[in-house]
């Protein structure tokens, strides 16, 4: 199994920027990639960014050339492993919660952050 901790939420104004984490523990090796999607109310949620595990990654067409996603990969299996989304130049339409989901063998979801971004 895997387990998802997200982190780094908050308040921001718009411009600002905020760094999002997923820890990820369990089972590292049965992920084969980890995406950061995103629901607004009442929006369905969306796909952000993805990275795969050989460091591919894939953007929204939205958040390309302001988000970054990158990861630091774990050196053996049952390490921890977290993935990152760095987002920048914040607009009031990221304003959402922001969920961590990887998938391999298992398909897991994280708990989500709220990320609130003022105009």
Known sequence: QVQLVESGGGLVQAGGS???SCAASGSIFSIYATA??????????????TITRGGSTLY??????RFTISRDNAKENNA????YLQMNNLKPEDTA?????????????GQGTQVTVSS
Request: aromatic share 16%.
């Open 18 to 20: 905020l760094r999002l």
């Open 36 to 49: 950061w999607y995103r629901q607004a109310p009442g929006k369905q949620r969306e796909s952000v960014a």
């Open 60 to 65: 929204a067409d939205s958040v390309k050339d």
């Open 80 to 83: 921890k492993e977290t993935v």
């Open 97 to 109: 919660v922001y969920y961590c989901n990887a998938v391999g063998l298992y398909d897991t979801w």
